[in-house]
T-cell receptor, first 112, second 113 residues
């Protein structure tokens, strides 16, 4: 059965810390992996990764994919209170059409 | 562009009532999906569509119907509401054809008593 697993499920850090969030997957006909940030409302798209070893960066956030070991990490450096959110990992499953499977999310709390 | 819009934002139903959650997008996206989000369960796919006239079931389709008569609209119908359908519902759209990033609507918080 296809699945997406994230760890840790929750994390509390102090402002300025660096955090690493993990996502592992077992999905049929893997194409890509996506990261989303969800604050109190709807998820917003962060990154899409399709190739192993190529880092995607946006400001203090970066992500990398390892297709051999079937995982991705999301790094956040110099965390700020505005980074507090649930971070979701998602993998489209290619069958007849693309269905997207979401992981359970990592709840990150950044305290001053 | 308004992006993905959903109505209503909040709804309370009694067990057995039916209703339709509305979703519309103005980005000319091919793919549209409905998810429900429950504490500890993450986002679960209810139904999805890859174009007008084409729909398919997701992980948790029971008790819900969808149709897609136009590219823009993708309503979700609850046939006979049950307390187990109390949840937050998100509609999402994506361009399709290998572009998987999804754009989510603001969500509908539904309570069934």
């Amino acid at each position: 059965e296809d699945k997406v697993v994230q760890s840790p499920l929750s994390l509390v850090v102090h402002e300025g810390d660096t955090v690493t969030l993990n996502c592992s997957y077992e999905v049929t006909n893997f194409r890509s992996l996506l990261w989303y940030k969800q604050e109190k409302k709807a998820p917003t798209f962060l990154f899409m990764l399709t190739s192993s070893g190529i880092e995607k960066k946006s400001g203090r956030l970066s992500s990398i994919l390892d297709k051999k070991e079937l995982f991705s990490i999301l790094n956040i450096t110099a965390t700020q209170t505005g980074d507090s959110a649930v971070y979701l990992c998602a993998v489209p499953r290619r069958t007849s059409y693309d269905k997207v499977i979401f992981g359970p999310g990592t709840s990150l709390s950044v305290i001053p | 562009n308004a992006g993905v819009t959903q109505t209503p934002k909040f709804q309370v139903l009694k067990t057995g009532q039916s209703m339709t959650l509305q979703c519309a997008q103005d980005m000319n996206h091919e793919y549209m999906s409905w998810y429900r989000q429950d504490p500890g369960m993450g986002l679960r796919l209810i139904h999805y569509s890859v174009g007008a006239g084409i729909t398919d079931q997701g992980e948790v389709p029971n008790g819900y119907n969808v149709s897609r008569s136009t590219t823009e609209d993708f309503p979700l119908r609850l046939l006979s509401a049950a307390p187990s359908q109390t949840s937050v519902y998100f509609c999402a759209s994506s361009p399709g054809r290998g572009k998987y990033e999804q754009y989510f609507g603001p969500g509908t918080r539904l309570t069934v008593t």
